[in-house]
């Protein structure tokens, strides 16, 4: 059975018959139903006998090889040379006046990594670029500027490609051997929003074509590092890319085939990375000491140990050296949320899951009398971090917002409970009930909420937090494209251990779909969210700082979950990338 787009569309977005889930035959009193999965018979404190085990493998990270990282690039040894570099890059961006060149430097300085260095100096060369007038420029520097105009949040027209198309709408077959003109549309065509479905397809599909019969009929020596590229634009697009894996993969593609701007912006670019990665290796050795002191590892064996796969989240969604505090709260943040998730995924019965909601709405030590032995370490390191997070907050930022930490867990937990419910019941949600409650479940939101009370974003009132909760901002589209990734990665093990229906299994159920053709329906809810995600930055619906966190989020998930579950299995692409990020420096030379 072939699904057309349009009809995917129509499948993903419009109601199904009922709005509601069905009742499924099996009736479970009180355990958890499953195919082939491990089960551990015991009896313990509070008398259940049968817990569900998802046989997460061990962590793969020594302790003490992670103490043993060391470099040799210190901010003590090269902070002279980095700033003169810095001082050197500066210069080039304030005396470049032609705007084609300026583009290009402004992209490589992006790209790069580096250019939280010259915010000030960027902003300046974006006044000279938004004046700029494209018609009569070459298909490259007008779909680089139509790029980083809309990564910057400024509205462009895709009428500016109107000039490289014939009568019909379609782009001259003469620009078929433009290759960096065909890059650029290419990587453009992803900052399409709703409305533009027409010109960014034809965009897409032009530069596609033409970028793939490249890769088919230039085989020569001489194209091979620009094959290379091509090759790395096609698997993954630039504005999909995380921040940090994107600049370690610019540096080492541009030292190879020389294209980069200037070669002092790659001399400070391989520094600047190496020095982050000092920073990045002494937070890792500093949550490693306090991911051991918390116990979970021995407390809560069943629960996924993933202190460093869980960094990878927090650097992913703020990587600046001047985020480092921000960076290893957000990891805690994430070890905890990690363990009560698989307490409610796999291990918990209704009556103890039930009890620890009860004890998330108290927020009180007394209300951990009525847990388990095992949720209490739990309920115990959830409420000090959360009250210590609370007191950094009002301590560096003279806000308080207890109530918004609590109401975060809160709103999580319930998420968790309610799915939990379901699979207790066999309760099959249909997609909309399930997506509803599953953008809050993934976590996203609670992460991204913490960042900005960490941050001391102003105001932090209840208006940001019915705003952060809207289905209309970055955070709604970030979170729902965080969990359907989540879900094409991890959903054929979880439906194997019989865990509670996701996103594809839902729609195969209720549209009544092969598992291929859910998963279409699934990239194609993406694609509308990705758009709908780059309107709200465009359109500049929230502040710049939180559709940066929304957007680098987004970006973490799809790299996490491109190969599938990057966290519960972490021994492939994430133990590769986390030693790209964490162990191994960029040659200088």
Request: with cysteine; net charge negative; glycine share 6%.
């Amino acid at each position: 059975m072939m699904i057309s787009q349009s009809l995917q569309f129509q499948l993903a977005f419009q109601p199904s018959s009922s709005r509601f889930g069905m009742k499924i035959t099996y009736k479970n009193h009180g355990i958890r139903p499953s195919a082939s999965i491990n089960v551990n018979q015991f009896s313990d404190q509070v008398g259940v006998n049968h817990r569900r085990s998802a046989d997460y493998h061990p962590t793969i990270w020594d302790p003490k090889l992670i103490q043993s990282l060391t470099t040799s690039y210190t901010y003590e040894v090269h902070g002279n040379r980095l700033d003169k570099l810095k001082e050197q890059v500066s210069t080039l961006l304030k005396s470049t006046k032609d705007v084609s060149i300026l583009l290009k430097l402004i992209d490589s300085i992006q790209r790069s990594g580096v250019a939280y260095h010259f915010n000030q100096e960027i902003d300046a060369a974006f006044d000279l670029v938004t004046s700029f007038v494209a018609n009569g420029s070459c298909l490259s520097t007008t779909a680089l500027r139509f790029r980083l105009l809309r990564q910057r949040g400024h509205f462009v027209s895709t009428d500016v490609f109107d000039e490289f198309k014939d009568e019909n709408g379609h782009f001259l077959e003469r620009l078929s051997d433009d290759l960096e003109g065909l890059l650029n549309l290419y990587e453009s065509s992803f900052l399409g929003m709703c409305g533009e479905d027409d010109d960014i397809k034809e965009a897409r599909d032009f530069s596609v074509k033409h970028l793939k019969s490249f890769m088919l009929t230039r085989l020569d020596y001489d194209n091979m590092n620009m094959r290379n590229i091509v090759e790395d634009a096609l698997s993954v697009p630039l504005h999909w890319r995380t921040p940090r894996l994107g600049a370690r993969n610019f540096i080492d593609q541009f030292k190879v085939c020389g294209r980069i701007n200037s070669w002092v912006l790659l001399e400070l670019a391989t520094l600047d990375y190496n020095l982050v990665q000092s920073i990045h290796q002494e937070e890792v050795k500093e949550l490693t000491k306090w991911w051991k002191n918390l116990g979970f590892r021995e407390k809560l064996s069943f629960s996924r140990d993933r202190m460093m796969e869980n960094y990878l989240w927090a650097m992913g969604i703020m990587w600046e050296p001047q985020y480092s505090k921000g960076r290893k709260t957000l990891t805690k943040f994430i070890c905890i949320l990690t363990a009560i998730d698989d307490i409610f995924d796999i291990y918990g019965s209704l009556d103890e899951l039930e009890s620890f909601m009860i004890a998330v709405e108290r927020w009180d030590l007394k209300a951990m009398d009525d847990l388990p032995q095992y949720m209490k370490i739990c309920y115990l390191a959830m409420y000090n971090f959360g009250n210590e997070t609370a007191y950094d907050v009002l301590r560096d930022h003279d806000i308080v917002v207890i109530e918004y930490v609590k109401k975060e867990w809160e709103r999580l937990c319930r998420s968790y409970l309610t799915e939990a419910k379901w699979f207790y019941d066999g309760y099959e949600p249909s997609p909309e009930e399930y997506l509803k409650n599953a953008w809050i479940s993934v976590g996203g939101h609670g992460a991204i909420v913490h960042t900005c009370l960490l941050l001391g974003l102003s105001p932090i009132n209840e208006t940001f937090f019915n705003n952060s909760i809207s289905d209309s901002g970055p955070l709604y589209w970030s979170c729902l494209i965080t969990r359907l990734s989540n879900d094409m990665g991890t959903s054929k093990a979880e439906m194997a251990r019989g865990d509670v229906s996701k996103s594809i299994h839902s729609y195969m159920i209720h549209k009544r779909v092969s598992e291929k053709n859910a998963r279409d329906i699934i990239k194609c809810m993406m694609n509308h969210s990705w758009k709908k995600l780059n309107e709200t930055i465009i359109k500049r619906s929230c502040s710049a700082i939180v559709s940066t966190l929304s957007l680098n989020m987004t970006r973490t998930a799809l790299s996490i979950y491109q190969h599938g579950d990057g966290i519960g299995t972490s021994t492939g692409s994430t133990k590769d990338r986390l030693t790209l990020l964490i162990v191994e420096p960029i040659s200088i030379y």
